[in-house]
Nanobody
Framework: QVHLVESGGGLVQTGGSLRLSCAAA????????MGWFRQAPGRERELVAA????????YYEDSIKGRFTMSRDNAKNTVYLQMNSLKPEDTAVYFC???????????????????WGQGTQVTVSS
């Protein structure tokens, strides 16, 4: 089992920055993928970025490329999502999620992941 705790959300103006953190505890050595998702009101949960835990191979969704960057502190088992040049359309609850093992589903789908954090609200004002 893996326990995830997110932090770092908040209210920021357009063009501002936030850094989200996702601290993982438990069977972290068994993690296959870690992903960042977001969900805006009335919309489906969507993948923002993800990386393969052992290789660090990363994926970024087109709308956030060049603005968001993932990084990782292995000693703390913590992954960060640095979000720059924020836009009102980035407003959402942001979740981190991990997959232990594999289930044959694409890593871009929320159903691929078997552990989720509680979510943190990001609000970007215009």
């Amino acid at each position: 089992q893996v326990h995830l705790v997110e932090s770092g959300g908040g209210l920021v103006q357009t063009g501002g920055s936030l850094r989200l953190s996702c601290a993982a505890a438990g069977r972290t050595s068994s993690i296959n993928y870690m992903g960042w998702f977001r969900q805006a009101p009335g919309r489906e949960r969507e993948l923002v970025a993800a990386f393969r835990w052992n290789t660090g191979s990363a994926y970024y969704e087109d709308s956030i490329k060049g603005r968001f960057t993932m990084s990782r502190d292995n000693a703390k088992n913590t992954v960060y999502l640095q979000m720059n040049s924020l836009k009102p359309e980035d407003t959402a609850v942001y979740f981190c999620a991990v997959r232990i093992g594999d289930n044959g589903v694409s890593f871009g789908s929320p159903s691929f992941y078997n552990y989720w954090g509680q979510g943190t609200q990001v609000t970007v004002s215009s």
